[in-house]
């Protein structure tokens, strides 16, 4: 199966989430380490650090495919995600975002990002 949508996600904090829906508090903390390494991982949550404060973020989705990381991508993160029995996954900023049916399993969640051609944020989650 081969999922694809294209959306945008306005950005606040610095911050995008993907999380399974089902989850009661799905946001994660952040520490220094988290800050360091530009992610807070936890099973059914990741939050990635986005390049700037707030602004639009361009998110380019795309389940169940062997791509390879793009060669322009200036912050590549993969780890691994569940889903579970919801079906749904969020991604999304502090305010709102996009929900998106994914089969129950296992994956990786590979966040890439970069500059677009305008310099507006772009990311494959």
Known sequence: MTLEANFTVVVLYRTL???DRALEN?????????????FSWRPGSVSFLTL???GELAVDLLVGSDRPARD???????????VGRSELVEITS??????????EGEY????ETRWGAHNEMWCRP
């Not at 799905?26 to 530009?38: K, L, S, V």
């Not at 322009?72 to 569940?82: E, G, L, N």
């Not at 990786?108 to 966040?111: G, I, K, N, S, V």
């Open 17 to 19: 989430a993907l999380y």
């Open 26 to 38: 799905p946001f994660n903390d952040w520490t220094r380490e988290h800050w360091a390494q530009g």
């Open 52 to 54: 700037e404060e707030a």
């Open 72 to 82: 322009d991508a200036v912050r590549v993160i993969q780890v691994p995600f569940s």
């Open 94 to 103: 502090i305010d709102r975002g996009q929900l998106v049916g994914v089969p």
């Open 108 to 111: 990786l969640a590979r966040y």
